[in-house]
């Protein structure tokens, strides 16, 4: 498992009964987790005096139930910095679990760059969300092109490359659907050092198509294959769909990948650390193919 370690503004603190509490930097949430299978004792005093507590509802969906929260707060990892609200479906803006990515894929690029100064690294990141790979890329030397369907997501994360001091820096941001864009760079021919996507599970296009990550992984990570560069330098697959298993990523990823291209392909999953008890908690699974 590859596991997300390097947090100081944040942490799982202890895992029960399908539930998790946090600390965000100076606030302790409760959030579900469907991982959470085991119900042990809560001896932690945060499980009783939350700042906010997500609420699963039994129809589906939810609400938050808040207690001493702000609207907004900041957390950092490194040199990044977060803006972080609750909002809808349990999220604050962040993955933590991704860290483990940013820190590998940051010491790719930073190698490229020292060993070929005069190359820039262009690094397309596909679903960007709210921007911590696309800053953690941009932190570590490359130019980024930072894709999602969201004009929210797009500028949260626009928010987040000013927090952490990268408002100059070499980010393209783009509202559009992914799979269009990526087709669009195609024919305009051009192409990327590195690929990073984080699909999302389950959604619907803007003419009520239905997108499940199962039946479209194999054409989406095949198309994007294609936008790569001559000498590409990583692929990163992110998957929260528990029957979508790292091994068959990293099968597809081998499949279309390593016959061109070589290197090596790795499917694992990621996850965090579990302060009070030592334990790791699961968060979804990664594919990382590396030349």
Known sequence: MWIADGWKDYEVIDTSDKEKLER???????????Q???NTERKHYG??????HYHRSNKGGGEWEFFNLPK???????????NLQPFSFKHTGLFPEQAANWDWFSSLIRKRREEQPDRPVKVLNLFAYTGGATLAAAAAGAQVTHVDASKGMVNWAKENAAASGLSDAPIRYI????????????????????????????????????WKIEDAIYELVKLCAEVLSEEPLFFLVNSYTTGLQPAMMAYIAGLLLVPQYGGTVKGDEIG?????????????AACRWER
């Open 24 to 34: 965000w930097g100076d606030y302790m949430l409760i959030r579900p987790d469907p």
């Open 272 to 284: 965090l650390p579990v302060s009070d008890t030592g334990l790791v908690l699961p968060c979804g």
């Open 36 to 38: 959470v299978l085991w």
């Open 47 to 52: 499980w009783k005096k939350p700042n906010a």
């Open 72 to 82: 907004a707060w900041q957390i950092s990892y490194g040199s990044l910095r977060f």
């Open 175 to 210: 509202v559009d659907d992914c799979r269009k864009f990526v087709e669009r760079e195609l024919r305009r021919g051009n192409r990327y050092d590195a690929v990073i996507m984080d699909p999302p599970s389950y959604g619907r296009g803007p003419n009520g198509e239905v």
